[in-house]
């Protein structure tokens, strides 16, 4: 059954370090999303992405964050300069285009910042 | 706006026994409903979704939910622990359809007593 991957499945970062966070979507899924989950709290929507470009942002998603389709098949978070408060764990998510509203949830990248 | 509240955040059951996850939910629109399944260092899998189809949902591994618009409920049921039903439990509501973010409960851990 086809699922979506995350890469790295843990990255350990110094404070004010860049990190890119990579998934890889369900090839035919055309929504593509990130979420987050603080240790103990929620998972909290980051960013919704269709036809190259952002459809919705929260207001966790300030200037430090962006994502992108570098090719047909990635869709990566960048974190320009990480605080502590960055880490979490953060899930990719990818929907198809059918009406399901499904979100298919990868395994997540455990983000710790030091 | 839309959002959801899950009224426990641990539910005790002895295996064998009923399970009951409560989840209430408010939307401004007719809501697309789901409830997700974490297990330990695992990502997010999909148990069962409403989306406005029949109001009783059966899922996978013996979970089922009832969408109940009057008292704007979507409480997950199984008639029967078993041991490896103990995870973290989120009910998820969208009022947009879907494509756009969904909003995460903060969880529900089942403990499973032999």
């Known amino acids: 059954e086809p699922e979506v991957t995350q890469t790295p499945s843990h990255q350990v970062t110094q404070m004010g370090q860049e990190v890119i966070l990579r998934c890889v979507p369900i090839?035919?899924?055309?929504?593509f999303y990130w979420y987050r989950q603080i240790l103990g709290q929620k998972v909290e929507f980051l960013v919704s992405?269709?036809?190259?470009?952002?459809?919705?942002k929260s207001e966790i998603f300030d200037d430090q964050f962006s994502v992108e389709r570098p090719d047909g098949s990635n869709f990566t978070l960048k974190i320009r300069s990480t605080k502590l408060e960055d880490s979490a764990m953060y899930f990719c998510a990818s929907g198809e285009a059918t009406g399901s509203y499904e979100q298919y949830f990868g395994p997540g990248t455990r983000l710790t910042v030091t | 706006a839309q959002s959801v509240t899950q009224l426990d955040s641990h539910v005790s059951v002895s295996e064998g026994t009923p399970v009951l996850l409560r989840c209430n939910y408010s939307s401004s629109y007719s809501p697309s409903l789901f409830w997700y399944v974490q297990h330990p260092n695992k990502g997010l899998q999909l148990l069962l979704k409403?989306?406005?189809?029949?109001?009783l949902v059966k899922g996978i591994n013996g979970f089922e939910a009832e969408f109940k618009k009057s008292e704007t409920s979507f409480h997950l049921t199984k008639p029967s622990a078993h041991m490896s039903d103990a995870a973290e439990y989120f009910c998820?509501?969208?009022?947009?359809?879907?494509?756009?973010?969904?909003?995460f409960g903060t969880g529900t851990k089942l403990q499973v007593i032999p």
């Open positions: 992405f269709y036809n190259n470009e952002i459809s919705e």
């Open positions: 409403y989306t406005s189809a029949a109001t």
């Open positions: 090839s035919n899924h055309l929504y």
């Open positions: 998820v509501v969208s009022d947009r359809g879907g494509y756009q973010k969904v909003t």
